[in-house]
């Protein structure tokens, strides 16, 4: 014992002697400046990995069964609804990790911990988790956060609970099913994400036109968060559904947190922002991140139309080769008025359609010098870590703004600059080159729903 202090002493003395004669002697300026500086890391350093150690994963028990109920519901209320669950995923892009979609109340959860169960032989292992609430929360008090734990490193699990505390009975904490343990091929290319319907959403015709251009420019899937809808629109989901186009993620927010339909607060008592928007575009990005090429968030009204290439195929193929590694590719809305109509595609038999038909709206209005576009994207989900709506928070590729010759969203609803006379709109009629074969699509689907 006391032999190892000694040679401890003994090691610590070179060290010291550098320093004292670094830090004690007046020697420079710089040789006070690289003192303070190799101290700081020192310091940093150690702290940085105690931190580590707290996050790693620890064996609390061993011979546990794992069998803890199975949460099935897309919204997980954890108690005392500070916590709301959505999915985990697994993360091994940086080290291997579970990352947890859910949403937080920013300032009262502090603390979470992954409970990992380990089969056969159901080992428990606790991880603390770094929680990551996304800087994209607009005032709100609740926002998308990330729940990232460290997994164990010799099991792979396959269900996670979360809890408050290290401490407890896991078999009592609901069991969430990780995602995307295992590799996958791509099985699409582009998939859709349309992160929030609500409102008893009844725009039927519009809905419709939407998801049968993007199978023109090339889409397989489209995922819909949906709040609610009219019954006509259950049936056309249910059509697409059954088709393999539609997959619809149940998104009950509003029985959980009270919601804003507005994306920014506004004092009016409500938890989160836009149907919690942004956090279904996350969980959209991580559970396609292994079975499609490419995700697009947008929402329902917008359509991106290239105008060099026929579809979104040969357009990103493009896009990518100009633009090696880069992830993410923004496209710049622009409004199409609804208020303002050309005759030429008036079919009669969409009129008893509800919504609208947007191959009569094909003015937009022109650029105002004092606002910015806001923008769209197409990424490859792999390089996004976090996403808003506008843009990414997080990635490892680039992103790029694509030129607007190259292509832009058309996006039909009420206008934003309604004073405007129809003469100083701009005739686009772009949308028209797909006119023939998106009358005959939508015509099937309306014999086949509501017509
Ligand atoms: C979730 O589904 C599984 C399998 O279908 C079932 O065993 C479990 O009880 C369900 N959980 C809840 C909370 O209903
Ligand atoms: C959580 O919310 C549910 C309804 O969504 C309510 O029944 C329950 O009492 C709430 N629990 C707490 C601890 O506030
Ligand atoms: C479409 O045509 C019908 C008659 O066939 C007419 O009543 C209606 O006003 C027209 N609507 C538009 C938007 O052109
Ligand atoms: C509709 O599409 C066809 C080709 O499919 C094209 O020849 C025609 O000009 C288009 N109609 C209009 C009004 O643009």
């Known amino acids: 014992m006391q032999e190892r202090k000694l040679q401890g002493q003994r090691n610590l003395h070179p060290h010291l002697d550098k320093f004292r004669k670094l830090c004690g002697g007046k020697k420079s300026y710089f040789a006070a400046a690289v003192c303070i500086i190799t101290l700081t890391s020192m310091v940093t350093i150690s702290y940085l990995r105690l931190q580590r150690l707290s996050l790693l994963p620890k064996i609390i028990q061993e011979g546990s069964k794992c069998r803890g109920e199975i949460a099935n ?269 050309t005759h030429t595609f008036n079919i009669s038999s969409w009129n008893t359609v509800p919504g609208i038909n947007i191959l009569q709206h094909v003015h937009r209005e022109p650029d105002r010098k004092e606002v910015i576009n806001p923008k769209k994207m197409i990424i490859d989900p792999r390089q996004v870590v976090q996403t808003s709506v506008h843009s990414v928070l997080r990635a490892y590729g680039n992103s790029v703004s694509v030129p607007v010759d190259v292509a832009l969203i058309y996006h039909c609803r009420m206008p934003l600059q309604g004073n405007l006379p129809r003469e100083s709109l701009i005739r686009d009629t772009t949308l028209w080159r797909y006119n023939s074969s998106l009358i005959m699509n939508v015509n099937k689907v309306l014999y086949q729903t509501v017509l």
């Not at 985990?88 to 949403?103: A, H, L, M, N, Q």
Request: glycine share 6%.
């Open 73 to 341: 519901n897309t919204i997980t209320a954890l108690r005392g609804n500070k916590t709301f669950i959505i999915a985990p995923y697994f993360d091994d892009r940086e080290s291997k990790v579970t990352r947890v979609i859910g949403i937080v109340h920013h300032e009262d959860v502090k603390e979470l911990y992954c409970w990992f169960c380990c089969q056969p032989h159901g080992q428990i292992y606790v991880s603390k988790s770094k929680i990551d609430v996304h800087s994209d929360r607009f005032g709100f008090p609740y926002g998308a956060a990330d729940i990232v734990c460290l997994e164990p490193q010799n099991c792979d699990p396959t269900y996670v609970s979360i809890h408050w505390s290290p401490h407890g009975n896991i078999d009592q904490l609901p069991r969430f099913e990780i995602k995307n343990r295992k590799a996958e091929t791509f099985s699409v290319d582009f998939t859709v994400c349309i992160s929030a319907m609500f409102g008893n959403y009844n725009n039927v015709l519009q809905f419709i036109q939407s998801v049968e251009m993007y199978k023109i420019l090339g889409v397989q899937k489209v995922v819909i968060y949906k709040n609610s809808c009219s019954q006509l629109m259950e049936k056309v989901l249910k059509f697409y559904m059954e088709e393999g186009t539609v997959e619809i993620i149940p998104w009950p927010i509003n029985s959980h947190l009270k919601v804003s339909s507005k994306w920014h607060f506004t004092q009016d008592g409500t938890h989160i922002g836009y149907y919690g928007q942004i956090t279904a575009l996350n969980d959209c990005v991580y559970r396609n991140m292994q079975r499609s090429k490419f995700v697009v968030l947008n929402d329902a009204d917008e359509i991106i139309l290239p105008l060099k290439h026929p579809d979104w195929k040969t357009m990103m193929s493009s896009l990518q080769e100009q633009n090696p590694g880069t992830g993410v590719f923004l496209f710049e809305n622009h409004i199409f008025p609804e208020t303002i109509s």
